[in-house]
């Protein structure tokens, strides 16, 4: 049997967000993929202040009898909630625009304005540009995601 990681993850995305949403959560990602002897979908939500592992039981729970009704992944599957993480990396625009306002690290493909690592706060995100305000100087930078190697988020105070 042939699987479409991506095509299951949509999915399961288009189904989920509406229901995450109204319980007052953000979805950061969703993630299926094969890990150890079977398959993980991993869904990644979030909400103003972080997120608990009461609010993952809640969440797993609403998610789970909405999955099974819509037979998505015609085998079984271990489902996990889980929240993005303090350092979690960034990989889809997407990521950078849930996070605005945050502290991140950004190692770039080929230096920016002489700088190869950005160490700032996300400002905006539009049509693939990231603007991020430098930590030391203040200065924005106007980062397109195409050229961002790496990008994850930062801790402050650290």
Avoid: Q
């Avoid at 991506?6 to 229901?19: F, R, Y």
């Avoid at 299926?32 to 103003?48: N, Q, S, T």
């Avoid at 960034?90 to 690592?117: A, N, S």
């Amino acid at each position: 049997m042939e699987i479409n990681r991506e095509e299951i993850e949509k999915k399961v995305k288009e189904i989920v967000e509406p229901v995450i949403r109204g319980m007052g959560f953000k979805l950061f990602d969703v993630e299926f993929k094969p890990e150890g002897r079977g398959w993980v979908l991993r869904i990644i939500a979030d909400k103003e202040g972080g997120i608990t592992i009461k609010d993952c039981e809640e969440i797993s729970r609403k998610v789970s009898a909405l999955l099974d009704v819509e037979d998505i992944i015609p085998f079984s599957y271990l489902l996990e909630i889980t929240s993005p993480g303090l350092t979690r990396p960034l990989t889809k625009v997407e990521h950078y625009d849930f996070f605005k306002g945050r502290l991140v690290k950004l190692i770039l493909k080929e230096p920016i304005e002489g700088k190869r690592e950005v160490v700032g706060y996300i400002e905006d995100v539009k049509n693939g540009i990231i603007d991020i305000r430098e930590k030391e100087k203040g200065k924005v930078l106007h980062i397109p995601f195409s050229a961002i190697a790496k990008g994850r988020l930062e801790i402050e105070g650290w």
